[in-house]
């Protein structure tokens, strides 16, 4: 199993990203795909073009209002687990599960915990895991066994962004997250990135594996609300991806 996440402060185009990777494996590997729509902010369903049944976070609350309503012969446990593992998409190139975020106090961090060991359980299952993340990836950093093979930290082409960038790459330095490689992609680029980015770059410390240009079809794709199935080599940001991938050799 290989597991790529993607990260990067909103507005940076990660799930964009995420989802042309997820893309770019159902083109060219025949191994079975898990997107993990890590987010709370729950949107890579739409940009992969499926619906989704529920959320783990969405899954928790019922769970807490109707405590007392689980069916005879199931302890609340396995009744959770079956709970999640029937939100799980299924579709011909790959399955989707996602987190969202739940009412309530104190709901985030438990729905943090279940998502760890789901993807402990379910991650086996597949020869590639990929998730969108948020920011920080607090939900993968403490007390899981999970190991990421890739890290892309998604940036804009700003100096401002790739400190931002660091930032993210110093929080998981402090906490127990088990990262095999860390890489930045700077994301809709125009001609190549300027010196104070490069400066900013080195500053950060952080390796620069691509950086993808802006791209017209893919924004207007994004504005129709149409899938990224529909992107191809023709699209420079596809193109960047496709580079990038062959450059991991997964």
């Not at 799980?88 to 739940?102: C, K, N, Q, T, Y």
């Not at 082409?157 to 400190?163: E, I, L, W, Y």
């Amino acid at each position: 199993m290989k597991t790529i996440a993607v990260s990067g402060k909103g507005g940076t185009g990660k799930t964009t990203l995420a989802a042309l990777i997820i893309h770019w494996i159902k083109e060219n590997r025949t191994q079975s795909i898990l997107a993990v729509d890590a987010d709370s902010n729950v949107n890579l369903n739409d940009l992969l073009g499926v619906p989704i049944k529920d959320t783990v976070g969405a899954i928790r609350e019922e769970m807490r209002k109707s405590v007392n309503n689980i069916p005879g012969g199931m302890t609340k446990q396995q009744f959770l687990e079956y709970k999640i593992q029937s939100s799980l998409v299924e579709s011909p190139d790959f399955d989707l599960i996602a987190m969202g975020r739940p009412e309530g106090p104190g709901c985030y961090c438990y729905a943090n915990n279940l998502l760890r060991e789901i993807l402990q359980a379910l991650g086996e299952n597949y020869e590639f895991v990929v998730i969108d993340n948020e920011a920080g990836m607090e939900h993968l950093s403490r007390r899981t066994t999970q190991t990421i093979d890739y890290l892309l930290i998604v940036s804009d082409p700003s100096p401002r962004g790739v400190h931002a960038a660091g930032r993210i790459s110093n929080i998981l330095e402090e906490l127990d997250t088990r990262v095999k490689k860390k890489y930045l992609i700077l994301n809709r680029v125009q001609n190549q990135p300027s010196e104070a980015v490069s400066c900013a770059i080195e500053e950060a410390g952080l390796t620069l594996l691509e950086a993808i240009p802006e791209d017209p079809a893919l924004l207007t794709m994004d504005r129709n609300g149409n899938p990224v199935s529909s992107a191809s080599e023709e699209f420079p940001a596809y193109r960047a991806v496709s580079h990038f991938m062959d450059k991991l050799k997964l």
